[in-house]
């Protein structure tokens, strides 16, 4: 009897604890439990909204002045990448590689081929640091182009974009805040910068027409405190092309500054002709910059389809105050600038040949160009620039090219596509 009543005792307080329990458990997942809705964790409702105040940093790398912060599901977006994507070479590009990274990231989104002319946009949700890493190889040429965008929790906003063909090129843009939207676009163009030597772009598949802009060096200056270096020419205008076709770029050299080198800008051979503008010299009194020389463009035949002239070169001014030369294209001219500014100075475009003139014992050097300038004919007077030519483009503009200072600068080469 007494043996029964302590088994029935245990049994009883096992059944009580056991029921505790039940009731501790369920009370525990109650109050911690997330409702899960699509790709989204919703925590309960008694969880608080961390608010930003004015100055703190917010995701993506913008600031919210006093605005909330977003919770819950608004949380798990918070960082977001946005890639609006478009194909602007005549090739289809296909997806080869794509990655999404973060803090329990997951796609909106996801990236696609592209035919060309697509526009896509690829989309990536993360709790913080959300990223997008793509590569697309183009079906024809094979060239590859790799964008990247992030949205850090803390700093700044990236995008970039790189291609391995210089055929192409791929642009980026960023945008601010925790919800960007990237733009990305691969389009044909390559800008070439002044190396002294030739190089080539091969024409992309697909392309009949490209932006062309030519830009020739500008002159040397007679010293350092010039108050600004004489420009060479800029064209810019359609160029006809075949696709496959290969076109030669010789983007030209300035001309040496008195203090350094009197030495004429370099440009490319062709044949007879020899873009480099004339060499100046330094003596006794006569201090005469070097000519800039003529950047060119040759098409597939080897025939030259622009010509931007380069600037000509200083001159010495009465009192050791600075003479200019000639400016490149001036006026819209493609005949070139006169040098000056006291006297009479080389006559643009007057020399009998492609190199510009050397300075002997007058102003300074011409320019190279179609023709060469001529040099200042007197001591304080500065080299005229060379001429130009268009005969390869439509819808053409030729000015002054932008001065960068007083030292000036070597040519450029910008190749871009024709958009409609």
Not at 46 to 69: E, F
Not at 254 to 260: F, P
Not at 302 to 320: H, I, N, R, T
Not at 381 to 407: F, P, R
Request: overall charge negative; proline content about 5%; hydrophobic content about 30%.
């Amino acid at each position: 009897m007494f043996r029964n009543r302590i088994l029935t005792a245990s049994l009883a307080a096992v059944a009580t604890l056991s029921a505790l329990g039940t009731m501790t458990s369920c009370s525990s997942f109650a109050s911690t439990s997330d409702a899960i809705v699509g790709d989204d964790v919703q925590p309960a409702a008694s969880t608080p909204s961390p608010v930003v105040t004015s100055g703190d940093r917010a995701p993506g790398g913008s600031t919210l002045g006093g605005q909330d912060k977003p919770s819950g599901a608004q949380a798990d977006k918070a960082t977001q990448v946005h890639m609006s994507i478009t194909n602007n070479t005549q090739e289809t590009l296909n997806l080869s590689s794509a990655s999404s990274k973060g803090t329990t990231s997951h796609w909106q989104k996801r990236p696609v081929n592209l035919a060309p002319g697509q526009q896509e946009t690829v989309s990536n949700y993360a709790a913080g640091d959300a990223e997008i890493d793509l590569t697309y190889i183009a079906a024809t040429s094979g060239a590859s182009f790799t964008l990247h965008g992030e949205t850090p929790s803390v700093g700044d906003n990236q995008a970039s974009g790189t291609t391995t063909s210089t055929s192409y090129i791929a642009t980026a843009k960023s945008d601010s805040g925790f919800n960007p939207t990237f733009t990305y676009s691969m389009e044909p163009g390559h800008t070439f910068t002044y190396v002294g030597h030739t190089d080539t772009y091969t024409v992309p598949p697909g392309i009949t027409q490209l932006n062309v802009t030519a830009v020739g060096g500008a002159g040397g200056v007679f010293s350092e405190d010039a108050s600004g270096a004489p420009d060479g020419a800029e064209i810019s205008g359609v160029l006809a092309v075949t696709p496959g076709e290969i076109l030669t770029v010789g983007v030209a050299g300035q001309g040496n500054q008195v203090y350094n080198n009197v030495k004429g800008g370099w440009g490319m051979t062709n044949g007879a002709s020899d873009y480099a503008g004339g060499t100046g010299f330094t003596t006794g009194g006569d201090n005469l910059g070097g000519g800039g020389g003529a950047t060119a463009v040759l098409d597939g035949t080897g025939s030259p389809v622009v010509v931007a002239g380069g600037g000509g070169g200083d001159g010495e001014g009465p009192l050791g105050s600075t003479g200019y030369g000639g400016e490149g294209g001036q006026g819209g001219s493609l005949l070139g600038g006169t040098g000056g500014p006291y006297g009479q100075g080389g006559k643009p475009g007057a020399n009998t040949v492609s190199h510009g003139q050397d300075a002997v014992s007058g102003g300074g050097a011409g320019g190279g160009g179609v023709n060469g300038g001529m040099a200042g004919n007197v001591t304080v007077q500065g080299g005229g620039a060379g001429s130009s030519s268009d005969s390869g483009l439509t819808n053409t503009t030729v000015k002054t090219a932008a001065s960068n200072g007083a030292i000036g600068a070597p040519g450029t080469v910008i190749i871009t596509g024709v958009t409609s």
